[in-house]
Every structure is written in structure tokens, then in C-alpha cells.
């Protein structure tokens, strides 16, 4: 964890090399940063093979100073023109210049050098399109091909080149093994760090969804919380009584943790006989649409009263008024 963070502030100091254009595309941002990630580590690890070139008898310092120099005009050009597939096949070829002449004066195929060369594939297929990933692995293994065709045909064997020594090979495969390892860790870093921004969004989605979901329900509460008044009143208005202004009282207490609502009105009123049934749907008959109509608003009035854990019951009596009652827990 504490390498990951630090990878995370320095990438602070590796977006100077990244365009202002590129810093405002997420994707196109992460990507330009692995590949200045890759820069970055190589260069320090040749800067520590560098001094390694100068006690080691019969090793070259030139292709460590060439791709030192190399990457650093590509980190700049990269700056400057701010392509990421130029870049990275440039990045990509640096390498293969500073290794092919050394292979074919260091053994051939029998070379150390040719087992570096197979890092450029493995960097175009972490940095570079589709394409260039085909065109730098047919490339390498085409001139390994070409190195076992000449092997072939030469009356002596390249091997017979070979004169460096055991201090030689050591810290070349250390190296090797480190780069190897260290450009695989870069990539791994990056896309821990991606996998982390996802599920961080994933969380934030869901919260959004579930913080919707809520605002969704208590706004269908509050639609029938309207719906059940609005039936109420609509019924006391439908049945007022003839050249009688509409007078509808409600009154609100809270007793016992519950609301008790009363909703009463100076209407026709309802029949005793009929007052079991004014919450059931369907149709009473004309006779008793007269005074309590079809009993599909007062239904949906005690459906909705039950589905929040409440009641409602009803008073009247004929040419006096109707007085509902809803009782329901506060919340």
C-alpha cells in the first residue's frame, strides 16, 4: 500500500510530461501516465547499470547512454506533440535500435542481448494499438529467425564470439529479470488504481441509486398522502346538500405516537345501513349513489390508510355531515 501511494504522488511530477489536452480525458490520461511511468523506470534502471558497464571487462556502455539520451527526447517529444501510439511505438523502438547491432557482435542468437530484445513486444502490447502489437512481435521473432538462418549457414558458430564472463551474464540477467519484472508491476499498479477508481464509482452509484430509490418512495407517499385527502374532500363536495355552501373541517393531534386526522364535512351524509360498506369497491346502485357514490375514491382511501400501517373510519348521519377519522403512526 505504501508503494502504491507514493506511485500516486509522484504521478503528480510525471503529468508535466502529459498535455494539458490529454490530463482532461480520463482514459487517454491514465494511459499517457503508464507510459511515462515506463520511461521513468527504465531510465533509472540504465543510469544504475551505466556505472556496472565501466568495471565489467568486455561490456559496452554505448546502448545504455543511447537509450538513456533516447528516452529522454521521447518524453519530451511526447510533451510536445502529445500522441500516445507515436510515443509508444517510439519508446518501443529505442530499445531494438541500441540492442540489434550489439547481438550480432555478442554471440548472435547465442547473445544475452536477444533475450532483451524481446522486451519491445512485451512493451507494445502493454502501451501500442492492436497492430503495432503484431507488427513488434513478428518483427522480433522474424529476426530471431533471421540470426538461426545465418547460425545455420555460417561455417563457424557465432558462439565462438562469446568472450564475456560470468560478471557479465549476472548482471545483465539481474537487470533483465528487473526490468522485466518492474515494467509488469508499473501496469499492475496502474490498473489496481483503476480497478479501485471503478468500484469507488460502483459504490457512488449505488448510493445515488439507493438515495433515488428512497426519494422515489417518498414521493409516491406523498402522492398518496395527497390522493387520500383529495378523495376525501372530493367526496364531501360531491355530496354536499342543495343551495348549502360546502363547510369541510380538518383537524390534526397527535396522540399516542399516531396522527389522528378528522376530515368532516356538512354534506348529505350516509344512512346508517350503509356505513359498514362505504370502503368497499364497486357500484352500491342508484338509490345509494345518492349518498355515498360508488365507493371506489373512499376504497382507495382505506387501501392507502392500511398501507401505512394505519386506520379510517367513518361517522355520519343523514342531512347532519360525515366525520372521518385516520389514525396513523408517526414516523
Request: net charge neutral; aromatic share 12%.
Amino acid at each position: 500500500m505504501k508503494i502504491q501511494s507514493a506511485f500516486q504522488k509522484a504521478g503528480k511530477t510525471i503529468d508535466w510530461f502529459v498535455p494539458p489536452h490529454i490530463q482532461t480525458q480520463h482514459v487517454l490520461h491514465r494511459r499517457a501516465r503508464l507510459l511515462m511511468w515506463i520511461h521513468v523506470f527504465i531510465l533509472v534502471l540504465c543510469l544504475l547499470m551505466l556505472p556496472s558497464s565501466f568495471f565489467i571487462e568486455d561490456a559496452s556502455y554505448f546502448p545504455i547512454v543511447f537509450t538513456i539520451l533516447s528516452l529522454t527526447i521521447s518524453m519530451f517529444l511526447f510533451r510536445r506533440w502529445g500522441s500516445i501510439s507515436l510515443s509508444s511505438n517510439i519508446f518501443t523502438a529505442i530499445p531494438a535500435l541500441a540492442l540489434i547491432p550489439l547481438i550480432f557482435s555478442s554471440g548472435g542468437m547465442y547473445s544475452d542481448n536477444l533475450l532483451w530484445l524481446y522486451l519491445c513486444p512485451l512493451i507494445a502490447f502493454l502501451l501500442t494499438g492492436k497492430s503495432s502489437r503484431i507488427f513488434w512481435a513478428l518483427a522480433v521473432v522474424g529476426f530471431h529467425g533471421y540470426l538461426f538462418i545465418l547460425e545455420s549457414l555460417s561455417a563457424t558458430s557465432y558462439s565462438e564470439d562469446i568472450a564475456e564472463g560470468a560478471a557479465y551474464y549476472f548482471t545483465s540477467y539481474l537487470f533483465l529479470s528487473l526490468m522485466t519484472l518492474g515494467i509488469v508491476y508499473i501496469f499492475k499498479l496502474e490498473q489496481d488504481f483503476i480497478i479501485k477508481q471503478l468500484r469507488q464509482h460502483k459504490n457512488t452509484l449505488t448510493r445515488q441509486k439507493e438515495a433515488i430509490e428512497q426519494q422515489a418512495n417518498q414521493l409516491r407517499e406523498q402522492e398518496q398522502e395527497l390522493q387520500l385527502f383529495q378523495n376525501l374532500i372530493s367526496n364531501s363536495l360531491k355530496f354536499q346538500k342543495a343551495d348549502v355552501p360546502p363547510d369541510i373541517h380538518i383537524i390534526h393531534a397527535g396522540i399516542n405516537g399516531h396522527h389522528h386526522i378528522k376530515v368532516s364535512d356538512n354534506g348529505m351524509g350516509i344512512p346508517i345501513e350503509h356505513l359498514h360498506n362505504v370502503f368497499e369497491f364497486g357500484d352500491q346502485g342508484e338509490k345509494e349513489k345518492s349518498h355515498c357514490g360508488q365507493g371506489i375514491g373512499l376504497a382507495t382511501c382505506k387501501k392507502i390508510v392500511h398501507r401505512f400501517g394505519g386506520d379510517i373510519s367513518v361517522a355520519s348521519e343523514v342531512n347532519q355531515g360525515t366525520e372521518f377519522t385516520i389514525k396513523l403512526p408517526i414516523a
